[in-house]
Each structure stands twice: as structure tokens, then as C-alpha cells.
């Protein structure tokens, strides 16, 4: 890698982390995490307050130590080596920009730091600055550039070291909606033509599903599912994250089994099935198809109330003493909505255990 | 931001106050380790300040320079310009941590960088530079996103206080010592002057379960400092290590509701396992 080479170069380097844990005392935190982010993808690392996912961003980067396992970036154990030593750069919420120095000054500090000539920083930052649109406010100080442009000034600073891995723990979370909405597709935009390894924390699910290649859902620790966003979406490997993505959330019902039917508990059966005993039964807003009429065969449900949303419109039911939330499109022509007929189609019903929340692939293939 | 407004709000969880901020892998009291605290969202960050020969301040914990700057000197006897050149060892010093090219910073560089992100607890080393920081931080428009500390022991330390901060308008701490033979005596004081803040430091808990509800009622916050080498007895960072719920679990319920750490993320991490209102509850005794 030349230093003056008017381009960013990076090699993005996998981060494994194999066994790691995280505990105090007896507070534990993460109980022992094995995953890989792969080289040059977009992770998310999505789930609730509290799930571990700072603090797992924290222990790669090096601000936090692991209580036990490795972390491994590229082909080197790095678990034990300070934050800068681990070709890491960090990008938080909380950007806490030097407010003396100009934007270059800012970008260029690393830099600085790290030895690089006049002219090499002067390369780099304007490489940097170009790529994220900065280069008419170098000159200026952060209190004189709006929230977005602070965050890509951030960014600019992450990115000039030319890290292998590139760290963002929450980085939107202080924006506007529609500066949020921008700067994700900045910041994908960005990935496409750096191609860093890069690996996103966020409580946001649409961040989630828009930005990454692959999400990995937590929670108290542990993998709930590490998969596409189009997998996480339509094959959720539990309960718990069929019903943290998705607005409205995934559908779960409570079924039995009687070796014919999945039947409610008001009796209706929701689909054919030669299982016995309890589950839950997932079905998406979208998916649940409306009948105009009343008359053919299907599910009956009382209707509480609607919502039009431009897009689309929300229709809330009971059924069996449940909340049933379909999706429809807006203005769709319904009957009076007092009783609603419709059905679940087969092949997107997601089956999952009652005790452990897993889902049951497969359970629903066979008809009996 | 408005530390006042801050610590009054009923509905906040208890504050982090990051000791010397986040010198894990950053020279303590450097920029470095400030910024890092930023950005790590926690609330409050400690930092130790002293007047240079030339009447500015710099932040430096010890009497002299020799631990974390490796000179035998005093910041005192020194000029801003000199002391702000010399390069930081790593961590907390010592021998043993290597120099970085962390520099010793300006107050003036702190406040600008913390301005309107974290609140500063002011550990002034000396009481009679508290009037020139108070008039500093004015000047530089965050005399209300710092606290200042002070002991307050006697009617002496209370006239003092009265006329040199809680006159002027921001936030104070009393250091409040209930494990010393007099405790019933500064505990008036305290009531007497409600400051925002009170950091008690005790000889049992019980103590502190006995005078919350009469602190609430006069609506000073409970502070308390669970540093290894300056905790009550026992309920120390290392035995919160531990065990969170026994250490930080026992103080939130007596009713204190700012803790000053160097384990800050653990005790983090110990607050999210907390139903959110519980620390609320336990903080205003019910």
C-alpha cells in the first residue's frame, strides 16, 4: 500500500471470534459467542437495549477486554493488543469531534500521529474528503457544519487510516429521520466503493435490513440467527426474531395440533397438518390473503380497526382472543370490514416450538 | 445541556461518572481518554485540575509531574506552554506504560472538546483555584455543564462555599464524610446548604439509609465512589466486579443515584439488567 497513492486502499480482513466471552462476576454478558464476519461484507449486529452488542463491538475494537476466547482479524490474534495495533477504526454516536481543529485537521490527526508527511496527509485527506463530500468545508471548524456533515467528518476520520475493519456503534442515532435516511445511503454507498469489512451496530431495524449483508441478531448474548436480510425476514430462526423485524412484526399465533388441523382456540383450523400438540404459528401481515367474499371457505375474524397508511393499510383483528395485524394494499376494496374471511397460504407459515421459541423448518411441508 | 436539569430529572438512570476517563488504553486525564468517554455515552467524566506558574489550568491528577509526564517537576512551577508539550506515558502511568503521543492538555482544550457532550466533575486540587476555574468556565459559556467539590465540614467550609460557588449560580458537590466522628454535624451542613449533589463516603450503609429520605425531601442527589483505593469499606469497583447486584445494587437502593467508576462499562452493563425503573424507584425511596 502506498501512503501518497491518491486512492483508498484497504484490505479487508474476516474477523472471527471464537469462544468469546464476556462476564463480571457474576453478571454475564455474553456467555460465549462463535461467529465469523467475513472479509469486505456488512454486518449488522442487531438486537434490543442490553443484548451485548456494544459490547461486542467494544472487545473488537479493543476498549473492552474479552473475559475469555479469541478474536481473530485476518490471520492475527488480536484479543490481547491495544485498540490501535488492531487496525480497527470506530465510529460512534457520540462523535466527538476535536472543535479547535479545522475538518482537515480533524481527518488529518491520525495521521498526524502516525507519522505521515505534509504531503501524504494532504494526499489522503483530500481523497477522503472528496469521497464523502467535505472537500469545500476543510477549512472549517465542526461547530460550523450541521449534524450530517459532523458525522461524515467522523467517517472521514475512520476511514482515512485505511482500516481493514471499520467499526459503527449507533453512528445514525443522533440524526433527524431524513438526515438518518440519507446518510444510510451514504454509508452503503461508501461500503460499495471501499469494500472494508465492516460490521454496524443498531437497534434500528430498517438500518438493519437496508444496510447489511448479513445480519446477526442477539440477544442476551447469543445468536438468536445470523443470516441475509431476506432470510432473517422470511425464514426467522425464532420467535423472538420473528417478532423484532418486521412493522408490524410477524404474526404469532397459538395453535394445537389434533393429527388433522392447526386449530385456533376457538376451534377454526388454520391449515392441514398431521402434527400433534402446541405451537406457535407465524404468518406476515402481508401474506395473509383477504377473500371479498364472505362465502368461501377460509378463517373468520371480527375486525377492529384500520389503518391507511399511502402505502398501505393496516387492518387490526381478533381472532381466537389474539391480535391479528393484515396487511393490505391501501384502499383495497374490503368488504364492510365488520367480519373479515381469509386464509394463511401454506408455504409462508413459519411453525416454531412453544417452549424454546426455535422454529420447526420443514414441519409444514407435508400434507396428510 | 444543564447538569442542574440533568440531575434533576426524575426520570433518568443513575449517572456513570467515568474516573479520569476512559484510561484503559489512553493516558488518564489526557484528551484521549475524555474523548473516548464521549463517545462512549457515559454521563460524567472526572478530571483533575491544577494552575499553571502562568495562571492558566492544566489537568494533572498528582503534585508533580513525575508519575504521568516523567518530569520531577511541579505543575505549578511550569507554564501552560511548557506543560502542554510534554507527552503522556500510556494508562496510569508509571515506568512500566510507555510514552504516546498523547500530549498533558489545556483545561481549555477539555472544555471545548466536552462542551455540550459530557459533564465534567471538577476535582480541583486546590480549594483557593476554585474562584479562577468557576470564572474560567464562565468565560468559556459551561460553568453549567461542570460541577465543582469541595469539603464541607465546618461553617467555615459552608461561608466559604456560599460566597466562592453556590452564590454564582452552578452546580455543587459536598463532600460529605459520614465515616468521620463529626458525620452528624456535616450532614447539617449539608442540609442546611443543599447542594445538587452530595458524594457521602460512610462507615456502614445504614448510615445512608438514614438520612435519604431527609436528602430527597431537600432534593440533594446522592453521589457515591466505589474507586478501589478511595471506596467505603467495601463496596469497592473490585468487589462490584464481582458481584454488581451486592455492591452497586446495595448503593442504588440506599438511595444513591451517580456513581464515579473506573469499571464503567460493567456498571453499565449491571444498569441494563435493571428493570428501567427500578433504579428510579430505589433512588426516590419508594
Not at chain 1, 14 to 38: A, C, M
Not at chain 1, 40 to 48: D, I
Not at chain 1, 136 to 144: F, N
Not at chain 1, 196 to 221: P, S
Request: charged content about 25%; aromatic content about 6%; overall charge negative.
Amino acid at each position: 500500500m502506498n501512503a501518497i497513492d491518491p486512492a483508498i486502499h484497504i484490505a479487508a480482513a474476516n474477523i472471527k471470534l471464537q469462544n468469546v466471552s464476556k462476564t463480571y462476576g457474576k453478571l454475564n454478558i455474553i456467555p460465549s459467542l462463535d461467529v465469523e464476519f467475513r472479509a469486505g461484507e456488512f454486518t449488522v449486529v442487531l438486537g434490543p437495549s442490553g443484548c451485548g452488542k456494544s459490547t461486542l463491538m467494544q472487545m473488537i475494537a479493543g476498549l473492552e477486554r474479552v473475559s475469555g476466547g479469541k478474536i481473530v482479524i485476518g490471520d492475527r490474534e488480536v484479543q490481547d493488543l491495544e485498540p490501535k495495533e488492531r487496525g480497527c477504526a470506530m465510529v460512534f454516536q457520540n462523535y466527538a469531534l476535536y472543535p479547535h481543529m479545522t475538518v482537515f485537521d480533524n481527518i488529518a490527526y491520525s495521521l498526524k500521529i502516525a507519522g505521515l508527511t505534509k504531503a501524504e496527509r494532504q494526499a489522503r485527506v483530500e481523497v477522503v474528503a472528496k469521497m464523502l463530500g467535505l472537500t469545500d468545508y476543510l477549512a472549517r471548524k465542526p461547530g460550523q457544519l450541521s449534524g450530517g456533515q459532523r458525522q461524515r467528518v467522523a467517517i472521514g476520520r475512520a476511514i482515512v487510516r485505511e482500516p481493514a475493519v471499520l467499526l459503527f456503534d449507533e453512528p445514525l442515532s443522533n440524526l433527524d429521520a431524513q438526515l438518518r435516511h440519507d446518510t444510510r445511503v451514504e454509508l452503503a454507498e461508501l461500503h460499495k466503493r471501499i469494500g472494508a469489512t465492516t460490521v454496524f451496530v443498531t437497534h434500528d431495524q430498517v438500518e438493519a435490513m437496508t444496510l447489511a449483508d448479513r445480519i446477526l441478531i442477539l440477544n442476551k448474548g447469543e445468536v438468536e440467527q445470523y443470516a441475509t436480510p431476506k432470510e432473517i425476514y422470511h425464514q426467522p430462526a425464532s420467535v423472538f426474531v420473528a417478532r423484532f423485524i418486521g412493522s408490524p412484526p410477524m404474526n404469532i399465533l397459538s395453535v394445537s395440533g389434533d393429527g388433522t388441523a392447526l386449530r385456533l382456540a376457538d376451534g377454526q383450523a388454520v391449515v392441514d397438518s398431521h402434527l400433534i400438540g402446541d405451537f406457535h404459528l407465524g404468518v406476515r401481515p402481508e401474506d395473509i390473503v383477504v377473500r371479498n367474499s364472505g362465502s368461501q371457505p377460509g378463517l373468520r375474524t371480527q375486525v377492529r380497526y384500520r389503518e391507511d397508511l399511502g402505502s398501505h393499510s393496516i387492518i387490526a383483528a381478533d381472532l381466537a382472543g389474539e391480535t391479528l395485524r393484515i396487511a393490505t394494499p391501501f384502499g383495497a376494496d374490503a368488504p364492510d370490514f365488520n367480519v373479515l374471511s381469509f386464509s394463511f397460504p401454506l408455504d409462508r407459515l413459519r411453525l416454531f416450538d412453544t417452549k424454546t421459541g426455535k422454529a420447526i423448518p420443514g414441519a409444514l411441508k407435508e400434507k396428510t | 445541556m444543564n447538569y442542574f436539569d440533568y440531575i434533576a430529572d426524575p426520570h433518568r438512570q443513575c449517572a456513570i461518572v467515568a474516573h479520569r476517563g476512559i484510561w484503559s488504553s489512553a493516558p488518564e486525564n489526557s484528551l484521549l481518554s475524555i474523548r473516548r468517554a464521549i463517545e462512549a455515552g457515559y454521563n460524567v467524566v472526572e478530571i483533575d485540575v491544577r494552575r499553571t506558574a502562568d495562571g492558566q489550568f492544566v489537568l494533572l491528577h498528582d503534585d508533580t509531574l513525575e508519575r504521568t509526564a516523567g518530569v520531577n517537576n511541579q505543575p505549578e512551577r511550569m507554564t501552560l506552554a511548557e506543560l502542554t508539550s510534554l507527552p503522556l506515558r500510556d494508562r496510569d502511568g508509571g515506568p512500566l506504560n510507555a510514552f504516546t503521543d498523547e500530549t498533558l492538555p489545556s483545561l481549555r482544550d477539555v472544555f471545548e472538546l466536552t462542551r455540550d457532550r459530557i459533564f465534567i466533575h471538577l476535582d480541583i486540587k486546590h480549594r483557593h483555584v476554585i474562584p479562577e476555574v468557576l470564572a474560567f468556565a464562565r468565560q468559556m459559556g459551561v460553568e453549567k455543564q461542570v460541577d465543582f467539590w469541595a469539603d464541607l465540614k465546618s461553617e467555615d467550609d459552608l461561608a466559604w462555599i456560599r460566597a466562592n460557588i453556590t452564590s454564582h449560580d452552578v452546580p455543587f458537590i459536598a463532600r460529605t464524610h459520614l465515616e468521620h466522628e463529626d458525620w452528624r454535624k456535616q450532614v447539617k451542613l449539608a442540609l442546611e446548604l443543599k447542594p445538587l449533589i452530595c458524594e457521602a463516603s460512610f462507615r456502614d450503609l445504614s448510615q445512608v439509609e438514614a438520612i435519604q429520605d431527609r436528602f430527597h425531601e431537600a432534593g440533594i442527589t446522592l453521589w457515591v465512589n466505589t474507586l478501589d483505593s478511595v471506596a467505603s469499606p467495601g463496596f469497592t469497583d473490585s468487589a462490584a466486579l464481582e458481584d454488581p447486584d451486592a455492591i452497586w445494587g446495595r448503593l442504588l437502593k440506599a438511595g444513591f443515584s451517580a456513581i464515579q467508576t473506573d469499571e464503567m462499562a460493567a456498571l453499565r452493563s449491571y444498569l441494563k439488567t435493571l428493570h428501567p425503573r427500578a433504579a428510579i424507584k430505589a433512588r426516590s425511596g419508594i
